[in-house]
C-alpha cells in the first residue's frame, strides 16, 4: 500500500503531445492575421506610387487635341469693327516630348504643333480655313530659379518608400510578438491545467485512502475533513484552469484566423532553451536606429519641412523665371502651303517678381518654414531618444527575465523534491496533511512562477526583435 500510494504522489509531469511550435505559430500569424493583409497591401501601393514617380522622371510623350468651338455675334450698338456674325470651329493637335531637368529644376521640351480654324458666316462674306503650323518647337522653362524641387522630391520619396518597408519588416514582428504573448497564455494555461488535474488525481487518492483508513480509526476526523476540502479546492481549481485554456486557446484561434476548435487542443511545444543573446547593447542600439519606421518617419517629416524652409527662403526675395524656346512655325490657308516653308522664331520670357509691399508675408512664411523645421529636429530628437530607452529597458528585462526564468527553473526542481520527500514522510506516517499541502502548495507556487518567467522572457525577447527587426 505504501509504495503504491508513493508512486501516486510522486507522479511526474503529464508528457506533452506535440502539437503546434512557436515558429509554427508565428508563421502561421504572419501569414493570416489581418494586419499582416493590410502591412502588405499598404507596402504594394507604396512600391507603385514610387515606381509611378520614378516613371513620370523619365521622358514623356503625349499628345493632346483639342477641338475648340467659338460663336461670334454682331453687336451693333457698341460698333466693334472686328465682330461679325460668323461661327469659327478650331482643332489643336500638339505631340509633345518633355523631360523634367533634375539638375536644375526645370523642365525642356520638343514637340510640333498644328492648327485648323474653319469658319462658318451668317453674312454671306466669305472666309478662308486658316492652318497654324509649327513643325519644330524646343524650349526650356523653370518658375523659380534656384529652387530644385526634383531633388527634394526624389530625396522624401526614397525615404517615403523606405519608411513602408520598414514599416511592413516591424508590422510583421509586431505579430510574432503578439503571437508570441498569446501563445504562451495558452501554453502557460495548459501548464496550469496538467498542474490541477495532478492535484486532482492525489486529492482523490489520498481522500479514498483516508476514508479507508477512518474506517479503521487509523485517520482522524478533522484530517478526513481537511482531505475533503483539499479535494473540493482541487476540482474548482482545475474548472477554472480549463475555462482559462479555453479562453486562451480562442483567443490565439481568433488571432489567427482559424475556424477549426479543436486545433491547438493538443500540448503546445514550449521552447525552453533561451541560449545566449547574439548582439551587443551598442548592436542592439544601432539595429533599431537603422531600422526604426518611426525614425524613418521623422526623417521624411524634417525633409519635407527643409523643403518647404528652402522654398520660402527663395520666394522671400527677388523671384526669377525663365520661359524660353524656339521653332519654325508657318501660318496658310493650305495644309500642305503650311508645312512648306515654316519661319525660324526665337521667344523668351524672364519674369523678375520684386517683392516692394507685402507687409512682410515673404518673411514670416520663411519664419514659419522654420519653426516648423526646428520643431521637426527637435521630433526626431526625441524619438531617437524614446527608442534608446526602449532598447536598454528591453536589454535589462531580458537579461532580468533569463536570470529569473534560470532560477525559477531551480526552484521548480528543488520544490518538487520536497514535496517527494513530504509525500513519502506522509505515506510513512512521519507528517500530517498540513505540511504535506504546504509542500504541494510550494511545488505549484514555484511551477506557476516559471511558466510566468518562461512567458516573460520570450515576450521580452521578440520585443527586442521587434525593435532591432533582428532575424
Not at 460668323?86 to 498644328?114: C, H, I, N, P
Amino acid at each position: 500500500m505504501k509504495k503504491w500510494l508513493v508512486l501516486i504522489l510522486l507522479c511526474g509531469w503529464p508528457l506533452l503531445c506535440p502539437a503546434q511550435s512557436l515558429e509554427e505559430v508565428i508563421r502561421l500569424a504572419q501569414d493570416s492575421a489581418i494586419t499582416a493583409f493590410q502591412s502588405r497591401y499598404e507596402y504594394e501601393y507604396a512600391q507603385a506610387k514610387h515606381a509611378r514617380f520614378e516613371a513620370l522622371r523619365k521622358p514623356q510623350l503625349q499628345l493632346d487635341i483639342t477641338p475648340n468651338y467659338l460663336h461670334f455675334v454682331n453687336d451693333l450698338s457698341r460698333y466693334y469693327v472686328y465682330t461679325r456674325d460668323f461661327d469659327r470651329f478650331s482643332t489643336a493637335a500638339q505631340l509633345k516630348l518633355t523631360q523634367k531637368v533634375l539638375g536644375l529644376g526645370g523642365e525642356a521640351y520638343v514637340g510640333s504643333q498644328a492648327i485648323w480654324s474653319e469658319y462658318f458666316a451668317r453674312d454671306n462674306i466669305e472666309r478662308p480655313r486658316d492652318f497654324v503650323a509649327a513643325p519644330l518647337v524646343v524650349g526650356y522653362q523653370q518658375s523659380l530659379m534656384g529652387y530644385n524641387p526634383y531633388r527634394w522630391e526624389k530625396t522624401a520619396e526614397d525615404q517615403r518608400l523606405e519608411a513602408a518597408r520598414k514599416q511592413h519588416a516591424y508590422e510583421l514582428h509586431r505579430i510574432a510578438e503578439e503571437a508570441t504573448r498569446r501563445f504562451f497564455r495558452l501554453a502557460c494555461a495548459q501548464g496550469k491545467v496538467d498542474m490541477y488535474e495532478r492535484n486532482k488525481q492525489n486529492a482523490d487518492t489520498l481522500y479514498a485512502i483516508a476514508r479507508e483508513k477512518a474506517s479503521i480509526a487509523m485517520v482522524t476526523l478533522a484530517e478526513l475533513r481537511s482531505l475533503e476540502l483539499q479535494r473540493l479546492n482541487a476540482t474548482n481549481a482545475l474548472i477554472s484552469a480549463r475555462n482559462e485554456e479555453q479562453l486562451a486557446r480562442e483567443s490565439l484561434l481568433a488571432y489567427l484566423r482559424i475556424d477549426d476548435s479543436e486545433r491547438f487542443s493538443q500540448r503546445l511545444i514550449v521552447p525552453h532553451d533561451t541560449g545566449e543573446l547574439l548582439m551587443s547593447d551598442e548592436e542592439a542600439l544601432q539595429l533599431a536606429l537603422s531600422n526604426s519606421p518611426a525614425l524613418e518617419h521623422r526623417q521624411l517629416a524634417l525633409t519635407e519641412a527643409r523643403q518647404q524652409q528652402e522654398k520660402a527662403r527663395r520666394e522671400a526675395g527677388v523671384k526669377l523665371g525663365v520661359d524660353l524656346n524656339v521653332g519654325m512655325q508657318q501660318m496658310s490657308s493650305r495644309f500642305v502651303e503650311a508645312y512648306a516653308k515654316p519661319q525660324f522664331y526665337m521667344l523668351g520670357a524672364v519674369t523678375v517678381s520684386v517683392p516692394i509691399l507685402d507687409h512682410g508675408a515673404a518673411k514670416k512664411g520663411y519664419a514659419a518654414a522654420s519653426s516648423w523645421k526646428a520643431r521637426e529636429e527637435k521630433a526626431l530628437q526625441e524619438e531617437e531618444r524614446a527608442l534608446g530607452e526602449d532598447v536598454r529597458t528591453t536589454l535589462e528585462n531580458l537579461r532580468s527575465h533569463r536570470q529569473l526564468l534560470a532560477q525559477t527553473a531551480e526552484a521548480v526542481t528543488m520544490a518538487d523534491d520536497v514535496f517527494q520527500l513530504m509525500a513519502d514522510d506522509y505515506a510513512n506516517g512521519l507528517c500530517d496533511i498540513n505540511t504535506y499541502s504546504l509542500a504541494q502548495n510550494r511545488r505549484d507556487n514555484a511551477y506557476n512562477q516559471y511558466l510566468t518567467a518562461l512567458a516573460a522572457y520570450w515576450t521580452t525577447y521578440y520585443h527586442l526583435l521587434t525593435l532591432t527587426q533582428h532575424e
